[in-house]
């Protein structure tokens, strides 16, 4: 049986459509993302991408619309979306497959290729479902702010994925803990790493000797852990010091940094994807304490560039990072940990230089994305036997 998957985004799932394709697996790949944003993508025959973009893309406008302050109607597309293109994928379906689809898209469709012979693997990207729920309240809280939550209706379709599911997918061992804490058998799960896109990430700088430059890459957030970090950065000390900060900043980030020393911190907002390999390349450290990411992929960006990451426990930085070799690791709500290591690589140019070069040394390693695609179509191998 060839493979089937679903992916209401983008995420990592053109990328194994690349991979598939280049083992000669895929069948499709459907997507809520319009055809017209899809010309980018190398290696995946253009027939071979289906879109079911009604609902999805003016979803992802909602903000140019002026809509994404209505917090019922958000929750009431996003859920509408998912649910129509799960439906859409299970009519098109009518020979068996193997379906990879990524979770809360694939609970219609997955049952329709079982009951056809096939076989369906949930794909999560992101710890258990609950898990994530419960760890973002606590921040928020934390943070004196009360969690909107995830859907419950969101929870109860992805857990029903994951017992339906012949095999779920995921990228980290933080994530394989956070399912087996859950109850999901141990069994189910396979464990396959991102890979990293290694034509588009390298080294094509080095930092200013005479600047400390801590970059920051994505959404800045309380989800991410940014206040955690600025407080990191702020009891750095170093004269030489600045903060770059790429990405989109939420209504709560903006409320906190009120009385906030922001001395040499400067927010860029969103860039473009070309220039971070020279951000990347020219910063000293890459910080990503995030509370809940399955596989950070902006940690491999970073270290392809020769820049050592400091990352929390709960971004899969354990499958990345030998710890004291390319970066450190640290738990989550940790800025004195953070400050004291980012401390050591601007007291110690020499131990920033070795972790540069392990960093690189690492990430190539892991052979781009064609080492995930193989483990994946083994796993595709062992479903079809």
């Not at 469709?109 to 479902?129: A, M, N, P, T, Y």
Request: charged share 25%; net charge positive; glycine share 8%.
């Amino acid at each position: 049986m060839k493979v089937t998957q679903v992916s209401i985004g983008r995420f990592h799932h053109f990328h194994l459509a690349r991979q598939m394709e280049r083992l000669g697996l895929l069948e499709s790949i459907y997507t809520g993302y319009p055809k017209f944003k899809l010309k980018d993508e190398p290696g995946i025959p253009q027939d071979k991408i289906i879109t079911f973009p009604w609902f999805h893309t003016p979803y992802m406008k909602r903000t140019v619309l002026h809509l994404d302050k209505w917090e019922v109607l958000n929750k009431e597309w996003e859920w509408i979306a998912r649910q129509t293109m799960d439906k859409y994928v299970a009519s098109q379906i009518t020979h068996p497959t193997v379906l990879i689809a990524l979770s809360s898209s694939g609970l219609i469709c997955g049952k329709k290729v079982q009951e056809l012979g096939g076989k369906f693997i949930c794909d999560r990207g992101s710890s258990h479902i609950r898990f994530q729920d419960e760890v973002l309240h606590e921040e928020y809280k934390r943070w004196g702010y009360k969690f909107k939550g995830v859907d419950p209706r969101v929870i109860d379709k992805e857990e029903a994925e994951y017992s339906l599911a012949d095999k779920i997918t995921i990228p980290s061992e933080f994530v394989r803990k956070s399912f087996i804490d859950k109850g999901v058998p141990a069994e189910k799960l396979v464990k396959i790493s991102y890979g990293a896109r290694l034509e588009r990430f390298s080294k094509v700088g080095e930092p200013d000797k005479n600047v400390f430059r801590v970059i920051w890459v994505g959404g800045v957030s309380i989800r991410k852990g940014f206040m955690d970090a600025l407080k990191a950065f702020q009891l750095l000390k170093n004269p030489t010091k600045e903060f770059l900060v790429i990405g989109g900043m939420t209504p709560e980030i903006k409320q906190l940094l009120v009385g906030q020393d922001l001395r040499n911190v400067t927010f860029k907002g969103l860039v473009p994807n070309a220039e971070l390999p020279h951000l990347y390349s020219t910063s000293s450290v890459f910080l990503f304490p995030s509370l809940e990411d399955g596989y950070g992929m902006v940690q491999g960006e970073a270290m392809a560039c020769g820049c050592p990451v400091i990352a929390s426990s709960n971004t899969g930085a354990q499958d990345l990072i030998d710890p004291g070799k390319q970066g450190f690791i640290v738990p989550v709500r940790s800025p004195e940990l953070i400050a004291g290591y980012m401390q050591q690589l601007s007291d110690n140019p020499v131990l920033r230089e070795e972790m540069s070069f392990s960093a690189i040394e690492k990430v190539k390693s892991f052979g781009g994305w064609d080492n995930y695609g193989d483990l994946m179509g083994k796993l595709v191998a062992s479903l079809n036997k």
